[in-house]
């Protein structure tokens, strides 16, 4: 092979046809002058002349028959086993999996918040410690608002 | 295949019947087996009938045809369910279905008997090729269908196919030139 040859895979493309005009007049030219390429090009020829000439294949007598069956099943869809393999192929056992997880994750978690929630007595108690609250806070309030008095009163002697 | 889409049933039987013979002769030089490759056929027909409702005529029939063709042929290799065979029985019943077979019947039993021989080379080497390599050199040998096609049945790029191309005419001028020469 020169250093001048094209790549050999553009030879096999223009065997298809496949190169575009300007690379394909290149090729033409490279192929008048080359007589390793142009050897190249008819081996190439002589496989796809190889693979051509094989002969096809006749379609057996109950290709049609066996076809027409399994369009009609399709219709009516699968049943009984043959639709649990279905439902336990692919990703919808992986799917059930998850909510499953999910939902029994859910469960255990809201148990635990329920036992978590406060009770009744307790309720209870944190709305009296509110008013208690409330209550301290408007006495200091109205202490505030009678200092005025309670600086003017006389020391017990 | 317009017709299929709006579920004229007809029209699906006539596009069946058009294409049953390429779709297997693809199946079956891919798959070298004639019941596997009936059964990839079937299939084929199948996922036709259930992608009718999808389909959008943005490119030939065949084109959208032989990409579904391809991908049922190269899934099934994955799956590994089948044994690749050489059937040269099948030879039988390849009298009257093309004009090889009707030139064959011309011959002596010799030449006979070395055209089966060749053939039978021929596809036994094809299908040592790696998948992809061999289902772009039937799609463009048997198919005649142009890279951009191919690419496009493939799920790859152009420069893909021609690569692609380029390495099994290569394996196979390996194995075949030294035994048939580059005679016509």
């Known amino acids: 092979m020169k250093s001048d040859c094209p790549d050999e895979s553009q030879v096999s493309a223009y065997a298809d046809g496949e190169l575009g005009t300007p690379a394909a007049a290149q090729m033409r030219a490279h192929l008048a002058l080359c007589g390793h390429c142009r050897k190249l090009l008819r081996a190439y020829q002589a496989v796809d002349r190889q693979i051509g000439a094989l002969p096809e294949i006749s379609v057996s007598a109950s290709f049609e028959s066996g076809f027409r069956e399994r369009l009609e099943a ?6 009984g086993m043959e639709r649990l393999k279905q439902l336990l192929s692919g990703w919808r056992p992986v799917w059930a999996f998850a909510v499953a997880v999910c939902l029994v994750a859910g469960v255990f978690l809201y148990g635990r918040f329920e036992k978590q929630a406060p009770s009744m007595e307790e309720v209870v108690i944190v709305e009296n410690l509110e008013l208690f609250r409330d209550f301290e806070l408007i006495q200091k309030l109205e202490l505030l608002e009678a200092w005025d008095h309670i600086e003017a009163e006389p020391e017990p002697s | 295949m317009v017709r299929v889409k709006s579920g ?29 490759s009936e059964e990839l056929a079937q299939e084929v027909f199948l996922r036709v009938f259930k992608a009718a409702k999808r389909y959008r005529p943005k490119a030939r029939f065949t084109t959208w045809l ?6 049922v042929c190269l899934n099934e290799l994955r799956k590994g369910e089948y044994r690749q065979q050489i059937d040269s ?3 039988k019943a390849c009298d009257g279905a093309g004009p090889e077979a009707q030139d064959r019947e011309r011959h002596t039993p010799e030449t ?17 090729l790696p998948d992809k390599q061999r289902v772009a050199l039937l799609l463009r040998i048997k198919g005649e269908f142009s890279y951009r096609e191919i690419a496009e049945q493939i799920g790859c790029t152009e420069n893909h196919v021609k690569v692609l191309i380029y390495r099994g005419r290569q394996q196979l001028k390996q194995k075949l030139t030294p035994l048939f020469g580059d005679e016509a």
């Open chain 2, 66 to 71: 032989y990409r579904i063709a391809t991908n």
């Open chain 1, 74 to 79: 399709l219709d009516e869809g699968p049943r």
């Open chain 2, 8 to 36: 004229d049933m007809n029209a699906f039987h006539l596009l069946f019947d058009k294409h049953k013979q390429g779709v297997v002769g693809f199946c079956y030089r891919y798959c070298g087996h004639r019941a596997i």
């Open chain 2, 89 to 91: 029985l099948d030879h």
């Open chain 2, 112 to 128: 006979q008997f070395e055209q089966r021989e060749r053939e039978d080379l021929v596809q036994r080497e094809l299908s040592q």
